[in-house]
């Protein structure tokens, strides 16, 4: 008898159930916000279909939107295009303004960063890529993403502008959306926070920067391991020829760019500055063993130290360690010593080239991870002490046991033998941290320390919406100094690959910084003391009643793992409608107070 129940109850679920919907007609167009994927597989909801595309946006900003189109018959050569865009007074903004992209689906298994995205076996394609827009072939029963941004005129009048998106494909009958933006009137300002691409897109340089300022960077991360640079090592002391004259050509290409011209300008140094100094070395004949073929930070620790007893560990340094009694004061050994100088002298050449050509202050990106093993937060600890020694400011980009955790219990890397609890607090002037470090606490402490407080982002993960999270509302919440985009937006870093390819996390980025920049116009506002009283309250109430709904940590939102590389869920997920609506809060108060 209860089986017979248990069956009766679930056809009557299944009558229940809504059946999935099926196209009502052989192409449909549709709209869905750019925060959701499209699969191949997908249907369109009903409210989807032939929907308006709603904008809004500041005269300069871009603002992306995402079509979709649904065949049940074969296409060839869709494509879409957008009329002009009429406006108040007879305002337009031209279709040359309009930027479109399609997106290429891949399996995600294939390419690595990208086989952590999350899969299902309904969607075996991911949407990845995003290329330039070709008109392109559409398989019968299968859907499409197509990519739209507008990049709104410097001088657009403020009012609501309308218009038409057209798609035609040989097969199909031609179909239209319509389109409105509502441009306000106000301008955005460059955020406080240094923001910055740590890719990599050597032979492509100038379009790099370009696109990087197009999405919201003001300053670069100069990569010195491409200049190919090797140290001399005469009477004594330590010399680079040709990287103030390579370096400078960056630096003038970045800020011709308008990168690097009021922020501070990154150089990554990691083990290419340690193999600089070795090649030196090793012309003027002092050689080591130990470093023949390069230069490993997490297996060359150390050359730098007085060797004590190994330790056979299992736990973040697989082998032998060898644990030394000092390995917070400058090196002991020979070899070591002259290499310390050779970090010392390029940190001082390049510090003095940026104070004789003009440039805002440097800093070095010393080594990524040193959480990875001892050996790699040992070689950390040694640069940083030469840093110091240099005067030159240090940036790690870490997760908070070894930094500064208070809590001894929770130590990654404890004392062995005559070598102490091995932490980077007292030596680093910018912690750039792992996402999901941040928070309250590790805010505090490094203003505490008197340190700079940043994150490093990753954009390779197709969680547009957790990126968005990371690089506007997070930034605000927790007053981020610097943010580090990581890693390949591109996969064009080859001149003769043509045109850069980029990711919906890419494009995520730039909405991020832009929803902190309305929080930052949205500050300034409520300070000035020509706007209204009661708007002023009004702003300052509506800051501080979304700093109580933004959470303190990306587990809210979600996460790229850093030792299992899947994404993590978090635990409430920010629908798009959340995000829009307050920025649309922001921009209105704005309003208010500007009387724009």
Same mark, same amino acid.
């Given at each position: ?34 925060? @959701? ?99 392109? @072939? ?217 104070? /004789? ?210 994404? /993590? ?28």
């Amino acid at each position: 008898m209860k089986r017979l129940t248990l069956i009766v109850l679930l056809g009557l679920l299944s009558a229940c159930s809504p059946a999935a919907r099926k196209p009502a007609a052989p192409v449909e167009v549709f709209t869905r916000h750019w925060h @959701e994927p499209i699969y191949r597989e997908d249907v369109p909801e009903q409210a989807e279909v032939g929907a308006e595309v709603q904008l809004f946006a500041t005269p300069g900003e871009y603002e992306p939107a995402s079509l979709g189109v649904r065949a049940e018959v074969a296409l060839s050569k869709a494509h879409w295009s957008v009329s002009p865009l009429q406006g108040p007074n007879g305002a337009v903004i031209q279709p040359d303004r309009f930027e479109w992209r399609v997106t290429e689906y891949l399996d995600p298994t294939q390419f690595d960063p990208f086989r952590r995205w999350i899969r299902s076996k309904e969607h075996p394609l991911q949407p990845g890529f995003l290329q330039p827009a070709t008109p392109v @072939e559409i398989a019968a029963g299968s859907a499409q993403q197509f990519w739209l941004t507008v990049h709104v005129p410097d001088d657009a009048a403020a009012g609501t502008y309308r218009g038409t998106l057209s798609f035609e494909a040989g097969g199909s009958a031609p179909q239209s959306l319509p389109i409105s933006l509502q441009v306000y009137g106000f301008r955005l300002q460059e955020v406080r926070a240094s923001m910055f691409a740590a890719g990599d897109n050597w032979p492509v340089l100038e379009s790099s920067f370009a696109d990087d300022r197009a999405h919201g960077m003001n300053t670069v991360l100069i990569n010195p391991g491409h200049l190919k640079v090797a140290g001399v090592y005469q009477d004594g002391s330590f010399r680079f020829p040709g990287m103030s004259e390579k370096v400078a050509a960056v630096v003038r290409l970045a800020q011709g760019q308008g990168l690097g011209l009021t922020h501070e300008i990154g150089i990554t140094m990691h083990h290419h500055l340690a193999r600089s100094a070795i090649a030196g070395l090793d012309a003027a004949g002092i050689k080591n063993p130990e470093v023949e073929g390069g230069f490993d930070d997490r297996e060359d620790y150390s050359i730098f130290y007085e060797k004590g007893e190994g330790v056979e560990l299992e736990q973040r340094f697989r082998g032998t360690y060898y644990p030394t009694a000092t390995p917070y004061h400058p090196p002991t050994t020979e070899y070591g010593k002259l290499l310390y100088r050779g970090w010392i002298a390029a940190f001082r050449q390049l510090d003095s080239d940026a104070r /004789v050509n003009g440039w805002p202050k440097l800093w070095y990106w010393l080594t990524d991870e040193p959480h990875v093993n001892r050996g790699r937060l040992r070689s950390a600890l040694t640069m940083c002490l030469a840093a110091q020694e240099a005067g030159s400011t240090s940036l790690i980009t870490c997760n908070e046991p070894t930094v500064s955790e208070p809590d001894p219990e929770k130590l990654w890397f404890r004392a062995i033998g005559d070598e102490p609890d091995l932490r980077l607090a007292p030596f680093l002037k910018s912690r750039c941290y792992y996402n999901a470090y941040l928070s309250e606490e590790t805010l505090e402490r490094t203003r505490a320390a008197g340190g700079v407080y940043g994150a490093y982002v990753n954009i390779y993960g197709n969680q547009p919406a957790s990126v968005r999270f990371q690089t506007g509302m997070l930034a605000y919440r927790l007053t981020l100094d610097l943010i580090m985009m990581w890693s390949y937006p591109s996969v064009g870093t080859d001149a003769e690959k043509g045109p850069r390819a980029y990711l919906r996390d890419w494009e995520a980025v730039r909405e991020g910084i832009d929803d902190l920049k309305y929080f930052e116009a949205l500050q300034r506002a409520a300070q000035d003391e020509r706007a209204p009283l009661d708007k002023r309250i009004e702003a300052k109430d509506l800051l501080d009643e979304l700093s109580r709904e933004i959470p303190t940590n990306v587990r809210a939102v979600g996460f790229v793992d850093s030792f299992t590389g899947e994404w /993590v869920r978090g635990k409430e997920r920010w629908k798009a409608e959340r995000f829009e609506s307050t920025r649309r809060r922001v921009a209105q108060a704005i309003e208010g107070l500007t009387g724009r």
